[in-house]
Structures are given as C-alpha cells and as structure tokens.
C-alpha cells in the first residue's frame, strides 16, 4: 500500500548540513504528522498539521521545521543537522473526520548524521 | 504528562499458542481511542487493532483481540495461534488532546513468534 510515501528511504549526511524529508499521501486525508523512532523510545511526534495553514509543534520540535507544502505534502527539514538527529522518521495521515481517526504511516526514513 | 507504559520489552511464544502484551497509560480525558500498532522487521508501522474508550465491549480483529479495562486505564493485546508473521515489535498507543487526537506512544514490546 503506497498511500502514504516517503523519500528518501535512507539518507547519510554530515553534521551541519541542512537535510529535508518529504511526504506525500494520496489518501486524501486533511492531517498530517512528523515522528521520530530512537531505539527504546518508542515513537515521538515532532509536528503536525490540520490543513495547509495549521501547523503545530510535538513534544520534540526543536531543530526541526516543517513545511505544508499542499494537501498532500509536508516536509520536515533540519536546518544544520547534528549527530543526535540520527534516527528513523515517520510520516503519518489522517483524515478530520471519522470514527477512529487513526493513523496511517509511510514506510520511514532512516537518517544517519556522521 | 501522559505516559504509556509497556512493561514487557520482550516476550516469546510457540507458534499456535497464545500471547498477551501488557500496557497500562495514564491520562485525565473521559473520551479517547486507543490503538495497537505492530512494527515488523520491514520497519512499516502496521495498524492491528482499535478501540473507543467509551465502548465496553473488548475489540477483537480475527486472531487479535483486547483487554480493555477503562478505570484500571489497560489496554492489552491477546494474539492467538501466534504465526511466525507475528513475530515484531507492538506498540500500544491511546490519543490524547480530544478533537487534535494525537497519539501517544509506549516503548514497545518485542515479540519473537518460535517455530
């Protein structure tokens, strides 16, 4: 299932460097979100966006920002990307309305920051 | 804060036997959802099962169902005639926030199905 996509899959870059990961869905869902995985923590939510003029910080934002490009898109971005930025990062949708709202993930992005 | 609590970092079970994963979580809202979401080796987050807070009745989705007791605030996962399939990493997440619905995560339990 290819509704919600990511690119890149795997990315390596030097600290300091600026870094954007994008998502698109073509599930047509209103909201989107930015997570992070580190080992033994679980999945932790950076930002995430109601429509393409709201936009909101997680429990993680700093270092990160993000954009909503379009219904269907929303990148994250790290502006001078340092070494405890590695880790893998989802993207997720859901729709504004509905009984369960839950969410659907892309298949991640494994950043590593040398 | 809200936290979720997933005091089993990792479990084992024979294939064809059953299995419960535990979480417990915290959390002041009367209404939320709570979800089961299973990670595979492929790393894709997979959406097992899902249960409204104000809904007695337990969720159940084929060989998957729940322990749902609201006022103890547990929320476990039963997997029946485990299948080497199985065999990933299971997160518990209830939302939190109302209408935003934002999930919380717990750490995970790392499930080993053996043939």
């Known amino acids: 299932d290819a509704d919600v996509t990511q690119t890149p899959r795997n990315r390596i870059t030097k600290t300091g460097k600026r870094i954007m990961l994008e998502c698109s869905q073509t599930k047509g869902h209103d909201r989107m979100y930015w997570y992070r995985q580190d080992p033994g923590l679980g999945l932790r939510l950076i930002y995430y966006s109601f429509d393409v003029k709201d936009i909101n910080k997680g429990e993680i934002s700093d270092g990160y920002s993000v954009s909503r490009q379009a219904q269907a898109k929303f990148s994250l971005s790290l502006e001078s990307a340092i070494p405890n930025q590695t880790a893998l990062y989802f993207c997720?949708?859901?729709?504004?309305?509905?009984?369960?709202?839950?969410?659907?993930f892309g298949p991640g992005t494994r950043l590593t920051v040398l | 804060a809200q936290t979720v609590t997933q005091s089993q970092p990792e479990m084992s079970v024979q294939e064809a036997e059953t299995v419960t994963l535990s979480c417990t979580y915290d959390?002041?809202?009367?209404?939320?959802?709570l979800f089961w979401y299973k990670q595979p080796p492929s790393r894709q987050m997979i959406l097992v099962i899902r249960q409204e807070a104000y809904k007695q009745q337990n969720a159940t989705e084929n060989r998957f169902s729940v322990n749902f007791q609201k006022a103890a605030k547990s929320f476990s996962l039963k997997i029946s005639d485990s299948q080497l399939g199985d065999t990933a990493m299971y997160f518990c997440?209830?939302?939190?926030?109302?209408?935003?619905?934002?999930?919380?995560f717990g750490t995970g339990t790392l499930l080993a199905v053996q043939p």
């Open positions: 959390t002041s809202e009367n209404n939320y959802y």
């Open positions: 997720a949708t859901s729709q504004l309305a509905g009984p369960y709202n839950e969410q659907f």
């Open positions: 997440a209830p939302t939190r926030g109302g209408a935003t619905n934002k999930l919380i």
